[in-house]
Every structure is written in structure tokens, then in C-alpha cells.
């Protein structure tokens, strides 16, 4: 993979490997750049530098503290000689350096040495420390870096590393497989891996860090619904703040209600601010309104109807 910012160079890359059989990306230096190379993990990285941008040297140091990245073989290509940079080359994380313009064949020749002597090393490495599967664990997460071949050494493996007790030990946490760097993965893979899917009852989803192979995910999962897919590293941590914001919202509801439920007191209404809005309700065949009292000056009237009398009825007596 070559990073060039100088659009003649960049051409001159072109014509370079133009006809090789290798696949060869030439691009700019960019954010989406940095991220699909964590993904695609090529054998070797060609970096264009301007010495006018620290960000570019922030990138190669970052490759370098990735764990799938940091091996790899990256040849800076820098404008100019500069005795400060090939003095510190290799503290900045570069392999080698060379001097633009390229010549075309001494550029092939040092590419092939360094990608033979990364691929021997990698090799001699696994073969040495067996380290088919590394185990990093933290943060919430559980994440499984498989460095070889898988079906002749890593799913073995697994049957070493996943006991009853690491998996209980693990229920509440988050399950990764990084298989940027496994050569091969193909059908059979990926139905092994579905296999082992079913170790995790405990978990919703297990994720996959799968790079250049999530064409093979894509084609040949048929769990998908169990399966969660990103082609590198940052597109899961992103996921992971989603999610964790989406708990913390919901449990910042749930204690909300609760609070609500526990009081039993609701947020009483706001007062009128118009005249209008004001009700006033006569209650019907309730009480009776209160009588307001009498002038105490006003002489009492009875209720009752007085006795009349009628002079006819009683004539007076001679």
C-alpha cells in the first residue's frame, strides 16, 4: 500500500507497478485512510512524507502501537535528504527510507526484501511462542486475536481456552475475534465459528473484527442475527459508546420513575396566568351553598302561615 500526497509522485508510483502481479492501493494521507489500514493489513506500507504535517508521523507511530499493525514493514519516502529524519527513522517507527524521485527497479528490490523478511519473521514467531490466540482482557471486553492459520491452529485452541469456568467468567462481558491477520477464511471457517457461537449463551451478540475478510462473513454467515460484523477496530468502539449510552439513558428513566412512583406526588400543574383560564364549579345536589345572615336590626319573620281570624265564623256574643 503507498500513501502520497504529491500527485507526481503518486504517478510515478503508478507507472512503477503498473503490470506487477500484486495488489497495489495508492492513495492520499487522510482519517479514512489511517482506519482501512488497521483493516486491510498489507505486507508492506509506502509513506509519503512532506515533513510539513506531524500527522503523519502520529500515524506511524499509532500503526505501531496497534497489535496488528505493529510489525509491519513501513519504507518512508521522503522529498529530500534530511540527516535529523535518517538519524530518528527508526524511533519514528519506520523500517527504511528512500529518496524521491524512485527508481523503479531498486524500489521492487528493497519492497521483496522487506516483505519476505516480515512474512519469515511472523512466521518464525508463531512457530516459537505458539502465539496462535492472544487473549487481551479489559474494559468491559473480551477480545481474541487470532494470528494464524485456523483451522490447523487456532480452532484447536479453542478448545484449550474456552472451560466452563473462563466462560462463566466472562457472561457479562463484551466478545471479540480479530481476524484481520488469519490468512485464510473462507466457508468453512466462518461455519466453524458459528459453531463456537454457541458457547456464548450468555450474549446477545459477539462481535468480529474482520478486515479483509468480511466479504466471507457477509456471504457465508447464517447467523447473522448473533453475529455483529466491522471491518476494523474503531467501527466496534463506536458501537460500544452507542450502546452504553443507550443503557445509561434508560437507566437514568427507570430511577426517574421509580423516584415518581415512590413519592406519589406528581408535578402539580402550573397556575392560570389569564382571567379567562379560571374555573369556577357549582357543585349539583351536593351541599347547600351557605345563606348569607340577616341585618341583625331586621326583625325575624316566621315560617309558618299565621291563623287568620274570620269575625263571619265567630259573631260576637250579645
Avoid at 107 to 123: G, M, P, Q, V
Avoid at 210 to 218: D, P, W
Amino acid at each position: 500500500m503507498a500513501i502520497e500526497n504529491d500527485l507526481n509522485s503518486a504517478q510515478d508510483l503508478e507507472n512503477i507497478f503498473l503490470g506487477l502481479r500484486q495488489r497495489v492501493v495508492i492513495t492520499k494521507f487522510s482519517q479514512t485512510v489511517q482506519e482501512y489500514v488497521k483493516s486491510a493489513n498489507p505486507d508492506i506500507i509506502l509513506m509519503g512524507l512532506t515533513f510539513k504535517d506531524k500527522k503523519e508521523l502520529e500515524f506511524v507511530l499509532e500503526l505501531r502501537r496497534d497489535v496488528i499493525t505493529h510489525n509491519i514493514p513501513i519504507l518512508a519516502m521522503i522529498p529530500k535528504e534530511d540527516t535529523n529524519f535518517i538519524a530518528n527513522q527508526k524511533a519514528l517507527g519506520f523500517t527504511d527510507y528512500m529518496i524521491k524521485p524512485l527508481a523503479k527497479q531498486p524500489l521492487l528490490d528493497r519492497i521483496h526484501s522487506h516483505i519476505e523478511e516480515y512474512k519469515f519473521s511472523e512466521s518464525s514467531k508463531t512457530r516459537d511462542n505458539m502465539s496462535f490466540i492472544v487473549v487481551d482482557r479489559g474494559h468491559g471486553r473480551v477480545l481474541f486475536q487470532c494470528r494464524a492459520n485456523l483451522k490447523r491452529y487456532v480452532f484447536p485452541e479453542f478448545k484449550k481456552i474456552f472451560t466452563p469456568n473462563f466462560l462463566k467468567s466472562i457472561l457479562t462481558e463484551w466478545i471479540c475475534f480479530d481476524v484481520r491477520v488469519v490468512p485464510e477464511l473462507g466457508k468453512e471457517e466462518v461455519e466453524v465459528f458459528e459453531r463456537v457461537l454457541k458457547l456464548f449463551v450468555g450474549h446477545e451478540k459477539v462481535v468480529f473484527i474482520a478486515g479483509r475478510h468480511m466479504g466471507a462473513f457477509i456471504e457465508h454467515a447464517s447467523d447473522d442475527e448473533k453475529m455483529l460484523v466491522f471491518m476494523a477496530p474503531n467501527e466496534f468502539d463506536e458501537y460500544i459508546k452507542l450502546e452504553e449510552q443507550k443503557v445509561e439513558e434508560q437507566r437514568k428513566k427507570e430511577k426517574k420513575e421509580k423516584y415518581a412512583k415512590e413519592s406519589g406526588k406528581e408535578s402539580p400543574p402550573p397556575p392560570p396566568t389569564n382571567l379567562g383560564e379560571v374555573k369556577i364549579e357549582i357543585p349539583l345536589g351536593g351541599a347547600a351553598l351557605p345563606t348569607v345572615p340577616e341585618d341583625p336590626n331586621t326583625s325575624n319573620v316566621s315560617s309558618e302561615t299565621p291563623t287568620k281570624t274570620d269575625s263571619s265564623e265567630n259573631p260576637p256574643q250579645s
